[in-house]
């Protein structure tokens, strides 16, 4: 009997130190400046993971060669949970889908949440004469290789919706990269670009003050932030689908009960009032999905672009 007491009692502390997590402040690394969307993200998911885990989350920025530089170190880190990484698709999907990078984004990563995606608007100067998708074509096949897009860079998410459009719509238009978002939008206004797929909360002044026309955005179906623009099917381009994604991955191999504890923490966070408040204000979609749907997904997205990038010839040069 008293075997059996002194068993249960060590099954018990196994258990227990198995579970023991977190014991201290986890690390959030984030691929971007202060203040880039991917970091706007995570400074609103801090307070509350941080509550929710009982243990600070703390917030590092580490943006060099595109957050790439930081997502092998995350890599390569100790699979216990306490350093983790949030990450745009830029930097787990397409750059090492174009580029020598020292990490594979299935092979080294366990995928925690699809945390937010935000879909591109395609908007146009207002000089263009164009009021429709279907009058953009038109106008692009009538006067090839004239008209121009400005992207936020080669290989950004931009550069991908607009190259994939082309190839859709059958059109030939100029890719013109600038550094950011920023000065590709600052290029439209200026009127050196006839195009653009920026963000939604970027363009959106200057759809209210009609110094962009949008003509769609590149989702399935219609965003909340734009609801009298057209999802790329109604706007005749039924297989257009760029949506740029935000997630949170951990090191390979890191336990499947932690994965499930800081996701929970995450959507906890995602679901509380204010955070939802400014996630919509910002123009994101909440999927919040957990780690083998954020997997999966992962995984979909390599699959399809590996294949589009190459047969597009899109490159980072």
């Known amino acids: ?49 941080s509550t929710e885990l009982g243990q600070p989350v703390i917030v590092e920025n580490r943006s060099s060669g595109g957050g790439t530089v930081a997502a092998a170190e995350v890599a390569h880190a100790a699979p216990d949970g306490y350093t983790l990484i949030i990450a745009a698709g830029s930097t787990i999907v397409y750059t090492p889908l174009m580029s020598k990078v020292d990490f594979d984004t299935i092979k080294d990563f366990e995928a925690v949440t699809l945390v937010a995606t935000l879909a591109p608007v395609l908007v146009v100067n207002k000089e263009l004469p164009v009021k429709t998708m279907a009058d953009f074509v038109a106008l692009a096949k009538s006067r090839p290789g004239e008209l121009t ?37 600052n290029a439209l206004l200026a009127n050196e670009v006839d195009a653009f797929f920026s963000g939604p909360l970027n363009a959106l002044p200057y759809m209210k003050s009609g110094q962009f026309k949008a003509l769609m955005v590149t989702d399935t179906k219609r965003q909340p932030m734009l609801p009298d623009v057209p999802s790329a099917p109604e706007a005749g381009l039924p297989d257009l689908e760029v949506v740029g ?32 408040t400014q996630m919509a204000n910002l123009g994101y979609t909440v999927p919040a999905s957990g780690p083998d749907e954020f997997g999966s997904y992962l995984r979909d997205q390599i699959t399809f672009w590996g294949p589009t990038i190459k047969k597009l010839g899109i490159s980072l040069e």
């Open 245 to 276: 994604i935000f997630g949170i991955l951990a090191p390979k191999g890191t336990p499947k009960e932690i994965l499930e504890q800081i996701h929970a923490a995450a959507v906890a966070t995602l679901e509380m009032p204010a955070v939802k």
């Open 149 to 185: 897009y400005a992207s936020a860079g080669s290989g950004s998410a931009s550069h991908l919706a607009a190259e994939l459009m082309k190839n859709l719509a059958g059109i030939d238009v100029l890719h013109i990269p600038y550094a950011g978002a920023a000065k590709a939008a």
């Open 1 to 49: 009997m008293a075997l059996a007491s002194v068993v249960a009692v060590l099954t018990c502390s196994t258990a227990g130190a198995q579970t023991a997590f977190p014991t201290k402040p986890i690390t959030l690394i984030v691929t971007s400046d202060a203040g880039g969307p991917v970091d706007s993200i995570a400074r609103l998911l801090r307070e509350g993971m």
